[in-house]
């Protein structure tokens, strides 16, 4: 729930409810579309994931999209809405890496919940990657830690890294 809309992946789009009161919930649906709005609705039917992030001046809502089944999964596309979903952009960034995305994280640094430093984390199959000024990085491993397990380096056939984003309260 977010500046009173609470928003709900589901495997035919997203939708999004508007608060009326505590009985009362006004749903809009969003799809992929066909035609002149594609470029401007969400990439992928399955919802899998969606994050909040609170900017200074906006709240941007983005949403982990599955585009079809596969063995390995097909790359997941990045959705993101800065206007509460009138107009739908998409990252493909990760989906051009490969990458199947799981979580997306934001650290959340002010009393009111604003993400001062404008960072979006992404946990993927590929590793930790920071969205920060429209750029995208693989956050790395420190070199002590692979040769502590015998690993040269990132490109070693045997190095996995799973990737899990978890808010720590203390």
Request: hydrophobic residues 30%; negative net charge.
């Given at each position: 729930?977010?500046?009173?809309?609470?928003?709900?992946?589901?495997?035919?789009?997203?939708?999004?409810?508007?608060?009326?009161?505590?009985?009362?919930i006004?749903?809009?649906?969003?799809?992929?579309?066909?035609?002149?709005?594609?470029?401007?609705?969400?990439?992928?039917?399955?919802?899998i994931?969606?994050?909040?992030?609170?900017?200074?001046?906006?709240?941007?809502?983005?949403?982990?999209?599955?585009?079809?089944?596969?063995?390995?999964?097909?790359?997941?596309?990045?959705?993101?809405?800065?206007?509460?979903?009138?107009?739908?952009?998409?990252?493909?960034?990760?989906?051009?890496?490969?990458?199947?995305?799981?979580?997306?994280?934001?650290?959340?640094?002010?009393?009111?919940?604003?993400?001062?430093?404008?960072?979006?984390?992404?946990?993927?199959?590929?590793?930790?990657?920071?969205?920060?000024?429209d750029?995208?990085?693989?956050?790395?491993?420190?070199?002590?830690?692979?040769?502590?397990?015998?690993?040269?380096?990132?490109?070693?056939?045997?190095?996995?890294?799973?990737?899990?984003?978890?808010?720590?309260?203390?």
């Amino acid at each position: 729930i977010d500046d009173g809309y609470i928003w709900v992946g589901t495997a035919d789009g997203l939708n999004r409810g508007e608060i009326i009161d505590e009985n009362c919930i006004d749903w809009l649906h969003y799809t992929t579309q066909a035609g002149d709005n594609y470029a401007e609705s969400l990439h992928g039917f399955f919802v899998i994931g969606v994050h909040a992030q609170k900017l200074a001046a906006h709240t941007r809502i983005w949403a982990i999209t599955w585009e079809g089944e596969g063995n390995p999964p097909p790359p997941h596309v990045l959705n993101y809405t800065d206007d509460n979903g009138a107009t739908w952009h998409h990252e493909d960034y990760l989906k051009d890496q490969g990458a199947v995305t799981y979580n997306l994280y934001s650290v959340n640094d002010t009393d009111d919940g604003v993400d001062v430093e404008n960072k979006l984390y992404a946990s993927t199959t590929h590793g930790l990657f920071q969205l920060e000024n429209d750029e995208w990085s693989k956050v790395g491993i420190p070199t002590e830690l692979l040769s502590e397990e015998g690993i040269d380096d990132e490109s070693d056939p045997n190095f996995r890294v799973y990737t899990s984003i978890e808010e720590n309260t203390n």
